[in-house]
């Protein structure tokens, strides 16, 4: 691979490594393409606090850091700006508008939460209620509708322990609608290696004969996490076994 898109770094109060290390592990693992991609920060109301997040006080600092290291690293790779954002109806509007401030090349959409990380529930926390999947595949397909986002992180984040058919049956509209915006679902590095419920067969088998297109992310949250899909034991199985190619990794980027 060139490209790694999704990645993080201390301020989101739960990676380690600052971000020359994780540049540096870049470099050395072979990429040529570099995007940082922070849990985003939300106009959150004051009397809350997320400790999974930057503060939205941090972003100025976020980028100027990038920037800088973006500019030092120039002749070795190419940095980008990004965020992993979380759409939500109340919250999204307000937030593109405070990040459109500052330099940023592009985001990356990841639903942990459904309808938002203050009034809903986790994502990838076992559930067997159906209600949890209908709704996060119904806000996971309006974020894509937005044509914000450059890619789909880790599609099949939302850890339903019920039935596959019922899995599959909800999941379908998501790829499709993936399939019909052109907007690639991310198969997750991190998840794999660290044995979570993501990423699945029956996700990427179903993806797969649909006919989507893919995405590797790293989703590093610390500088070891930067590293090639066949460094990662059992990863390239995984991708076999599904159809899944990856090539050089370099996607479109959508502007925000």
């Given at each position: 691979m060139l490209a790694n898109y999704h990645s993080h770094t201390v301020r989101c109060n739960h990676a380690s490594g600052t971000e020359r290390e994780y540049i540096e592990a870049a470099i050395t693992a072979g990429f040529k393409i570099y995007g940082v991609s922070d849990h985003v920060p939300q106009p959150y109301p004051d009397d809350y606090e997320s400790h999974i997040r930057m503060k939205m006080s941090e972003v100025e600092n976020y980028t100027s850091t990038l920037v800088?290291?973006?500019?030092?690293?120039?002749?070795?790779?190419?940095?980008?700006?990004?965020?992993?954002?979380?759409?939500?109806?109340?919250?999204?509007?307000?937030?593109?508008?405070?990040?459109?401030q500052f330099p940023l090349d592009y985001i990356i959409q990841g639903q942990h939460f459904a309808p938002d990380e203050i009034t809903g529930f986790y994502s990838g926390a076992m559930t067997d209620e159906e209600q949890h999947l209908i709704d996060y595949a119904a806000l996971t397909i309006e974020g894509m509708q937005t044509?914000?986002?450059?890619?789909?992180?880790?599609?099949?984040?939302?850890?339903?322990?019920?039935?596959?058919?019922?899995?599959?049956m909800h999941m379908r509209p998501v790829i499709q609608t993936a399939i019909d915006m052109n907007i690639p679902l991310e198969v997750n590095m991190l998840?794999?290696?660290?044995?979570?419920?993501?990423?699945?067969?029956?996700?990427?088998?179903?993806?797969?004969?649909?006919?989507?297109?893919?995405?590797?992310?790293?989703?590093?949250?610390?500088?070891?996490d930067v590293m090639q899909p066949e460094s990662l034991p059992g990863f390239v199985d995984f991708l076999n076994r599904n159809n899944i190619e990856y090539g050089d990794n370099v996607i479109e980027l959508r502007p925000v």
């Open positions: 800088k290291l973006r500019d030092e690293y120039k002749d070795d790779i190419q940095i980008l700006i990004g965020y992993e954002v979380e759409y939500t109806h109340k919250y999204f509007d307000k937030l593109l508008k405070h990040l459109r044509g914000y986002f450059s890619y789909l992180a880790h599609p099949d984040l939302i850890n339903y322990v019920g039935d596959d058919n019922v899995f599959q998840g794999f290696a660290t044995g979570r419920n993501y990423p699945c067969d029956r996700f990427f088998s179903l993806a797969s004969k649909m006919g989507a297109k893919f995405v590797i992310g790293c989703d590093a949250h610390a500088p070891k």
